[in-house]
């Protein structure tokens, strides 16, 4: 079945380091993918998201490319700042509509000053 | 903006006592889920639901029922709590494939 990957944490960095956050996909068909945050004590939110291939989506100065040959939605910032610490989750849906996203495990981001 | 609220932040309940978890969302949305976020395990679905009175079984259903009356009430059931569903249970509601999350519930079985 479809399955999401991503690098397991914690990632500890300093204020205004470079963040990379892996994420790799397994779907059949053409996925839409997708980056979720969750702050502390707080539910989910959607970052940013990509439904094609070569799409890049962007939000909040971070990024991410939607790459078909490499099946991977790797999240980038290029400079974090404390109140970028949170858990971050790559997501994929097979189809536009209703199928329930399939999540990866997430990735613990804590930001030191 | 959308809005997805959950009846508690935090619950605290006895082994064996039946417990509702509600969720109203307030932007029309046909879909609905349920999830429990452990750590380590990340999210993993229970329920979910494409209309009122529909319901389809996520990845771990087990121990768990649902119950979708109106569009915007989304209640999850546990009908014998047991130490094991302690957990952080998040409600989402969405179309696209997008989801719009709610604050969680933090439960605790005692």
């Known amino acids: 079945g479809d399955s999401v990957t991503q690098m397991e944490g914690p990632v500890t960095l300093s204020e205004e380091a470079f963040l990379t956050i892996n994420c790799t996909y397994t779907a059949t068909g053409y996925p839409s993918l997708f980056w979720y945050v969750q702050y502390p004590g707080e539910g989910l939110q959607l970052l940013l998201k990509a439904t094609k291939a070569d799409d890049k989506g962007s939000n909040k100065g971070f990024e991410a490319t939607y790459r078909k040959e490499t099946t991977s939605f790797h999240l980038e910032k290029g400079s974090v700042q404390v109140s970028d610490s949170a858990v971050y989750f790559c997501?994929?849906?097979?189809?536009?509509?209703?199928?329930?996203?399939?999540f990866g495990k997430g990735t613990r981001l804590s930001v030191i000053a | 903006d959308v809005k997805v609220t959950q009846s508690s932040r935090y619950l605290v309940k006895r082994t064996g006592e039946k417990v509702f978890l509600e969720c109203v969302q307030d932007?029309?949305?046909?879909?609905m889920f349920w999830y429990r976020q452990d750590p380590g395990l990340g999210l993993r679905l229970i329920y979910f639901s494409y209309d009122v009175k529909m319901k389809e079984k996520g990845d771990i259903p087990e121990g768990y029922s649902v119950s979708r009356e109106k569009k915007e009430r989304f209640s999850l059931i546990l009908e014998s709590a047991s130490t094991n569903q302690t957990s952080m249970y998040l409600c989402?509601?969405?179309?696209?494939?997008?989801?719009?999350f709610g604050p969680g519930t933090r439960l605790t079985v005692t």
């Open positions: 932007m029309d949305h046909e879909n």
């Open positions: 989402a509601s969405g179309y696209r494939g997008e989801q719009y």
């Open positions: 997501a994929l849906t097979p189809l536009a509509g209703n199928t329930p996203l399939v």
